[in-house]
């Protein structure tokens, strides 16, 4: 699990964005009882061997996945993930995700987001590189 918070440009202190990167496989559910918490899938493909009912989910967000082409090219190659994380930046700049991200940028300054994968080294994700850019704010 991985948390992030943001800050405005100049290290000057932004509304407080509340954003978790949590792994399917390893999830304890919600912890946030009387607190907003809103969970997102957030990988393109339903993660293997987890029933939909299982899995406490409020929404799917498909769009907000790294692009197949850029996925397939990282490879989960650590090497590769800087620039992963800006070609990553830069599609979810655009439709589909770009709206996508502004609504879940405005709900984690409201509540706890926790962002939901599959993914085995969630440090080297699209979720971790998702969760920075909804912590950095606009422009992220």
Known sequence: MSTARGTAAGGTAAPSVDVEVVRVYEDPGRRHRGHREHR???????????QKAALDVDEWAKELAPSTELRRWYGHDPARFAEFDRRYRAELDRDPG???????????????????????????????????VLAAGSGG
């Open 98 to 132: 770009a709206p996508v991200v502004e609504r879940l940028r405005a709900y984690a300054g409201r509540g706890h987001l926790v962002l939901l994968t599959a993914t085995r080294d969630v440090e080297h994700s699209g979720a971790a590189v998702l969760a920075a």
């Open 40 to 50: 997102v899938l957030v990988d393109r493909l339903w993660p293997r061997g987890v």
